[in-house]
Every structure is written in structure tokens, then in C-alpha cells.
């Protein structure tokens, strides 16, 4: 059966309100069938091998067109359909041309992604306040794709935003600009699906400010070794860093923790997380037990009543993290001997010694101990997950305890020995490994 195979040239690449355009369509194979844009008023039957011409009214479309692409669906007498992009909108997807295939014809296999914005242009941001961002994606076969890993990577240096998909190639999810920058910026718009790719920008003007809280998710960082980039875990102690976080500088003075502290308060999926300090740049917290792991999290943060401010948190079982002497998470680490003093140049340690260290992020314990709550100190708690620990790269064979340190809050303790063959230093590091994730490096001393 003959296969359709229309272009159309489009006269005009935007329609304001009112305004009509043109385009051009020719069927060079003789196939039959009506053309019909899809919005607009007008439909025509092409007739074979000619070259037609339809007039194309938009009578209630704002600057720009709202809905790109425009679809032309061709509806052929053999009974079967086709589809074509005729992009009214956007003169940079098939520079205003399109060709109508089969769409189930099994010649055409998709080559590239064709990802139109449905947004403003420029996309007016400011900063602090979510904006809307929609893109549709199409292959160049006419097919709507559903099954495309979209992201935007907006160009003033925010982390990239993943968009869901909603229905009909449709997708979309909320930004909300941290960075400021001034000028032009860029929005790159990335999809793919399996191996088929495109890419689009469109150009962002971010307006300041200054009273926006700001918050993302790198800035959600370990609480003992200040990294960022990494999962987080139940229970784990994290610092938030951003702007206008809180409005007055206040520590708890409670135990248990309180979940809401100088105005603020801060959710895991509904959780709320126990407060240890906030302030305009940093809040300290602890991240609840119990919720779901290996998966993505929302984290909220609420400021007075004002709506609140959202960010995702990958969520382990575990992301170990010693803490340093100095509290940066570099260097010498909490690791004492017997007698609780450091392990370090003026005091090292020896095969056979024991040692005991304190940590962050070791995950679910049981018996589990209340978010927030002090570890009992009459009873121990022990972590689920496996823990290792390497020693200047020799592992520690012999662990007597791995859990929540008695009398603390969301503070955990390792006890072992050191192990035969470190080779001796001032420096020798110190890595602990638990559920597959493993810490940054601290230091101790080994002679």
C-alpha cells in the first residue's frame, strides 16, 4: 500500500493572536488524503501530485504559539495514518518543514529526538520562586515518545532538573532558581531513549531576590565530613547549607530533639527530621529512621508560613562518614584509644591496640532507638548494615561493636583493633564501608 509522504513548509514561524499563516504542502507519490492542523480551523483533502496551499487562522493563541508543535495528521483513503510536525512556533525543528510518515510503517525507525519547549521565550525566572518547565518530545518518525529520560540543565550553575512525564510525550516539573546570574542564560534540554538523543535550548533571564530562601540538594551535605554529591542515609546527621534558611540563630536545648526549632521545620516524605541548630546559611539535622531506602526522597524545608521549599535526597541504607578532630571531616579522625585520647602523631598506635571511633550514617540499628532520642546507656544498639573498616588499606578482622554510641544523639561508635601489617605513619588512612558505600578518608597514627 502506498505510503503517505507529504512536507509542508510553513510561511510564518510565529503566530500572534489573531493572525493567520500559510502551508504549503506537497504530495509527491500520489497518495489521497485530508490534512487537517490540529489547533485551527482548517482542513484540506490533497489531491495526487499537487501542491496545495492552507490558510491557518489561531484565533485564540497568546505570543508564542503555547502548544508546540502544531500537528498536521494525515488521513489517507487507504484507511490507514500518518503524522507530521508542522512547527509553527519554532523554526529551529525541521527549519519550518516536516514529512508525514506511516506511522506504522516499519521502514521508519526513529533517529533522533526532537524536544520542544513549553515555555515562554526567554523563560522569566526569579530567584527562590518556582517556575513551570514543559517540554513535549517527538521522534522523527511523528511519534509522541512516553518512554524519554528528559532533564534540564539550566546554565547559571543550579543542579539539573528531571522532568516527569505526564501524557502524550508531554513532560514537565518545577524549578526553582538558586543561582543568580546576570544577562542571558541558556536552558539545555536533554531526552533520550535507548539510544535515540536530542537536545534544544532556550534562553532564561533569572531576576534577584534577596529575600529568597535557597536551598538544593548538593547543599545537603554529611554533617561529619561535609561532602556533598553523595546519598544520605536514615538516620544520619547533615548540615543544609544555603540563604535565608531560618530567621534567628538557635540551638536545641532539649533531648529528645525538637522537629521544630526558630520558625523552621524540615520533612523527609512527611517525617519530620529532629533539629539540632539553625540559622540564615546553615541548619543542622538528623534524618529520620524508617524511611524508605535506595530511592528518591523529598526533603521540605518550612520557614514560618511561607510555602515550602523542596529539593530530592537519594536515600541509602547507609553513607558512612568519620568525624575529624578539627570538625572539617579532613585529616585527623575521632579515633581514640582505651584511655579516649587521640590516636594521633604524639600518641600512636600499635598492632593489637585497641581503638574506638565515632561516625555518622551507619543506618538503621536494632533494636531501633526513636529519631532524635539519646542511645540508651544501658542497653547497645547495633547497625543492620555490614560494616567494614581498612586501616591503611588492611582490613580490621576483628569489629567488637558497630552501633549508636550509648548517651549520644545520632552519633554512632566503632570498636576494634589494629590490624597486623599497617604500614606505620602520622597519616595513615582510615575508611569505613557499610551497605556498599564507603567514607572519605580520615587519618591516626600507626607506628
Given at each position: 500500500?502506498?505510503?503517505?509522504?507529504?512536507?509542508?513548509?510553513?510561511?510564518?514561524?510565529?503566530?500572534?493572536?489573531?493572525?493567520?499563516?500559510?502551508?504549503e504542502?506537497v504530495n509527491?507519490?500520489?497518495?489521497?488524503?485530508?490534512?487537517?492542523i490540529?489547533p485551527?480551523g482548517?482542513?484540506?483533502?490533497?489531491?495526487?501530485?499537487?501542491?496545495?496551499?492552507?490558510?491557518?487562522?489561531?484565533?485564540?493563541?497568546?505570543?508564542?504559539?503555547?502548544?508546540?508543535?502544531?500537528?498536521?495528521?494525515?488521513?489517507?483513503?487507504?484507511?490507514?495514518?500518518?503524522?507530521?510536525?508542522?512547527?509553527?512556533?519554532?523554526?529551529?525543528?525541521?527549519?519550518?518543514?516536516?514529512?508525514?510518515?506511516?506511522?506504522?510503517?516499519?521502514?521508519?525507525?526513529?533517529?533522533?529526538?526532537?524536544?520542544?519547549?513549553?515555555?515562554?521565550?526567554?523563560?522569566?525566572?526569579?530567584?527562590?520562586?518556582?517556575?513551570?518547565?514543559?517540554?513535549?518530545?517527538?521522534?522523527?518518525?511523528?511519534?509522541?515518545?512516553?518512554?524519554?529520560?528528559?532533564?534540564?540543565?539550566?546554565?547559571n550553575?543550579?543542579?539539573?532538573?528531571?522532568?516527569?512525564?505526564?501524557f502524550?510525550?508531554?513532560?514537565?516539573a518545577?524549578?526553582?532558581?538558586i543561582?543568580e546570574?546576570p544577562?542571558?542564560?541558556?536552558?539545555?534540554?536533554?531526552?533520550?531513549?535507548?539510544?535515540?538523543?536530542?537536545?534544544?535550548?532556550?534562553?532564561?533571564?533569572?531576576?534577584?531576590?534577596?529575600?529568597?530562601?535557597?536551598?538544593?540538594s548538593?547543599?545537603?551535605?554529611?554533617?561529619?565530613?561535609?561532602?556533598?554529591?553523595?546519598v544520605?542515609?536514615?538516620?544520619?546527621?547533615?548540615?543544609?547549607?544555603?540563604?535565608?534558611?531560618?530567621?534567628?540563630t538557635?540551638?536545641?536545648?532539649?533531648?529528645?530533639?525538637?522537629?521544630?526549632?526558630?520558625?523552621?521545620?524540615?520533612?523527609?516524605?512527611?517525617?519530620?527530621?529532629?533539629?539540632?541548630?539553625?540559622s540564615?546559611?546553615?541548619?543542622n539535622?538528623?534524618?529520620?529512621?524508617?524511611?524508605?531506602?535506595?530511592?528518591?526522597l523529598?526533603?521540605?524545608?518550612?520557614?514560618?508560613?511561607?510555602p515550602?521549599?523542596l529539593?530530592?535526597?537519594?536515600?541509602?541504607?547507609?553513607?558512612?562518614?568519620?568525624?575529624?578532630?578539627?570538625?572539617?571531616?579532613?585529616?585527623?579522625?575521632?579515633?581514640?584509644d582505651?584511655?579516649?585520647?587521640f590516636?594521633?602523631?604524639?600518641?600512636?598506635?600499635?598492632?593489637?591496640?585497641?581503638?574506638?571511633m565515632?561516625?555518622?550514617?551507619l543506618?538503621?540499628?536494632?533494636?531501633?532507638?526513636?529519631?532524635?532520642?539519646?542511645a540508651?546507656?544501658?542497653s547497645?544498639?547495633?547497625?543492620k548494615?555490614?560494616?567494614?573498616?581498612?586501616?591503611?588499606?588492611?582490613?580490621?578482622?576483628?569489629?567488637?561493636?558497630a552501633?549508636?554510641?550509648?548517651?549520644?544523639?545520632?552519633?554512632?561508635?566503632?570498636?576494634?583493633?589494629?590490624p597486623?601489617?599497617?604500614?606505620?605513619?602520622?597519616?595513615?588512612?582510615?575508611?569505613?564501608?557499610?551497605?556498599?558505600q564507603?567514607?572519605?578518608?580520615v587519618?591516626?597514627?600507626?607506628?
Amino acid at each position: 500500500r502506498p505510503k503517505p509522504d507529504i512536507t509542508c513548509r510553513a510561511e510564518r514561524q510565529i503566530l500572534k493572536k489573531g493572525e493567520s499563516s500559510s502551508a504549503e504542502c506537497v504530495n509527491p507519490n500520489g497518495t489521497f488524503g485530508d490534512i487537517i492542523i490540529i489547533p485551527g480551523g482548517s482542513a484540506k483533502r490533497i489531491e495526487s501530485r499537487t501542491t496545495e496551499t492552507l490558510d491557518v487562522f489561531f484565533p485564540g493563541l497568546e505570543v508564542p504559539v503555547p502548544e508546540p508543535p502544531q500537528l498536521i495528521e494525515i488521513k489517507p483513503s487507504e484507511g490507514h495514518t500518518g503524522q507530521s510536525v508542522l512547527n509553527y512556533a519554532d523554526n529551529t525543528v525541521f527549519p519550518g518543514q516536516s514529512t508525514a510518515k506511516d506511522r506504522f510503517a516499519e521502514a521508519c525507525t526513529p533517529k533522533r529526538l526532537i524536544v520542544v519547549p513549553r515555555m515562554p521565550t526567554p523563560v522569566l525566572a526569579k530567584i527562590g520562586v518556582p517556575e513551570w518547565l514543559r517540554a513535549v518530545v517527538y521522534d522523527d518518525c511523528g511519534a509522541e515518545r512516553t518512554d524519554a529520560r528528559v532533564d534540564v540543565w539550566p546554565s547559571n550553575g543550579d543542579s539539573p532538573v528531571p522532568l516527569t512525564h505526564g501524557f502524550r510525550g508531554r513532560y514537565a516539573a518545577f524549578w526553582r532558581p538558586i543561582r543568580e546570574a546576570p544577562g542571558t542564560q541558556f536552558l539545555l534540554i536533554s531526552a533520550s531513549a535507548g539510544k535515540v538523543v536530542g537536545t534544544r535550548y532556550t534562553t532564561l533571564e533569572i531576576a534577584p531576590d534577596p529575600a529568597a530562601v535557597l536551598l538544593e540538594s548538593a547543599s545537603v551535605v554529611s554533617g561529619a565530613s561535609f561532602e556533598g554529591g553523595r546519598v544520605r542515609a536514615p538516620g544520619e546527621f547533615v548540615s543544609l547549607f544555603g540563604a535565608n534558611l531560618a530567621a534567628q540563630t538557635v540551638s536545641a536545648a532539649v533531648v529528645p530533639l525538637p522537629t521544630s526549632l526558630g520558625g523552621v521545620r524540615l520533612e523527609l516524605n512527611g517525617v519530620p527530621l529532629p533539629l539540632l541548630f539553625v540559622s540564615t546559611g546553615q541548619i543542622n539535622a538528623i534524618l529520620p529512621v524508617g524511611v524508605p531506602v535506595n530511592t528518591v526522597l523529598q526533603l521540605a524545608l518550612y520557614k514560618g508560613s511561607a510555602p515550602p521549599v523542596l529539593v530530592n535526597l537519594v536515600v541509602a541504607a547507609a553513607q558512612p562518614a568519620v568525624f575529624s578532630r578539627d570538625l572539617t571531616g579532613k585529616g585527623q579522625g575521632i579515633i581514640l584509644d582505651p584511655q579516649f585520647r587521640f590516636l594521633d602523631s604524639g600518641n600512636p598506635g600499635k598492632a593489637g591496640d585497641p581503638f574506638v571511633m565515632y561516625l555518622s550514617g551507619l543506618g538503621e540499628v536494632e533494636p531501633a532507638v526513636p529519631s532524635g532520642a539519646a542511645a540508651p546507656t544501658t542497653s547497645l544498639h547495633r547497625v543492620k548494615a555490614t560494616v567494614k573498616v581498612t586501616i591503611g588499606g588492611v582490613e580490621v578482622s576483628n569489629l567488637a561493636f558497630a552501633g549508636l554510641a550509648p548517651g549520644l544523639v545520632g552519633v554512632y561508635q566503632l570498636n576494634g583493633v589494629i590490624p597486623e601489617g599497617v604500614t606505620p605513619g602520622n597519616a595513615v588512612p582510615v575508611v569505613v564501608t557499610a551497605a556498599g558505600q564507603s567514607s572519605p578518608a580520615v587519618t591516626m597514627a600507626v607506628k
